[in-house]
Nanobody
Framework: QVQLVESGGGLVQAGGSLRLSCAAS????????MGWYRQAPGKQRELVAT???????NYADSVKGRFTISRDNTKNTMYLQMNSLKPEDTAVYYC???????????????????WGQGTLVTVSS
């Protein structure tokens, strides 16, 4: 089994910064694409940013120039640096990853799409 654990959420004033982390653990062979998503109260979950295994990034228009996604493959960890935060960034932030697990007893790789439990970011005006 594999799991993702987010950390770094909290309460911050508008214009402030936060850094979220997402650590993967378990029987991992490799991690492919990773991403951050968020869900505000009463709204659907939306994409924030993604990063490929080789570092190619993609951002939602609403966060371009303010948020930076990165990853440390040696630590199986992804980050989201959030600057110039706005009240509309308030949401539960979730990390997501496509993971190749270790070979099973039959010698076959296992594949997982995994979600973290979420971390709350609240931006006050």
């Amino acid at each position: 089994q594999v799991q993702l654990v987010e950390s770094g959420g909290g309460l911050v004033q508008a214009g402030g910064s936060l850094r979220l982390s997402c650590a993967a653990s378990g029987s991992i062979f490799s991690i492919n694409a990773m991403g951050w998503y968020r869900q505000a109260p009463g709204k659907q979950r939306e994409l924030v940013a993604t990063i490929s295994s080789i570092g190619t990034t993609n951002y939602a228009d609403s966060v371009k120039g303010r948020f930076t996604i990165s990853r440390d493959n040696t630590k199986n960890t992804m980050y989201l640096q959030m600057n110039s935060l706005k009240p509309e960034d308030t949401a539960v932030y979730y990390c997501n990853a496509d993971i190749r697990g270790q070979r099973d007893e039959a010698g076959l790789y296992t594949y997982f799409e995994v979600w973290g439990q979420g971390t709350l970011v609240t931006v006050s005006s």
